[in-house]
């Protein structure tokens, strides 16, 4: 059944006797895929399949699964290969200096009555120079702070806590005071 309205047009999907679904689109160009639209069922899902096989879903508590079809959280990516799942942040910026954010990994909270609203922690993967060097950074935030390096792993491998400039394997620090100490 095709219908249309003032604001949107769909396509009704319904099995003989089974809850409807359809595909639609809206007046601000947005495509809508909706499964069970009267919440008959306890069941509905959407199911995106390519050749014959299903690849990801979306079950009826909003989880979505990539490579299993009983996601178990928000997102949830299986594979069965000895390399595992793999998660790529791309930067497609042909642009690279030692500001350049490669991708991050943020943290947020949103209880502004405990001080916990905004980003409360992060991963960051940040160019270091201009010839591709990168580091990861480590943030939190104490109660109430703002987020704040914490950590930072180097294009060589050091590790500075305390420091944003290891200069050994280990460099440890604490603000205001010299190297506590490098290992």
């Known amino acids: 059944e095709v219908k249309s309205n003032a604001t949107n047009d769909f396509i009704t999907l319904q099995h003989t006797s ?30 995106m399949k390519v050749d014959g096989t299903e690849r990801m879903r979306i079950d009826n508590a909003g989880n979505v699964g990539i490579g299993t079809n009983s996601p178990d959280d928000d997102l949830h990516i299986a594979n069965n290969t000895q390399a595992g799942p793999a998660l790529r942040l791309e930067n497609q910026s042909v642009s690279t200096d030692s500001n350049t954010i490669y991708a991050s ?15 409360r922690g992060s991963i960051v993967g940040k160019s270091l120079s201009t010839n591709g060097a990168m580091g990861l950074l480590f943030s939190t935030a104490s109660a109430g702070g703002a987020n704040t390096e914490r950590m930072r792993i180097d294009s060589s491998g050091r590790v500075g806590i305390g420091t944003s400039n290891p200069s050994a394997p280990l460099s440890v620090s604490k603000a205001g005071a010299q190297i506590v100490g490098e290992f």
Do not use: M, Q
């Open 105 to 119: 990994i943020n943290f947020e909270g949103n209880d502004n009555s405990a001080g916990a609203n905004g980003i």
């Open 18 to 47: 089974g809850p409807k679904s359809y595909i639609g689109s809206s007046s601000v160009g947005s495509l809508v895929l909706s499964a069970d639209e009267g919440n008959s069922g306890n069941t509905s899902r959407i199911e």
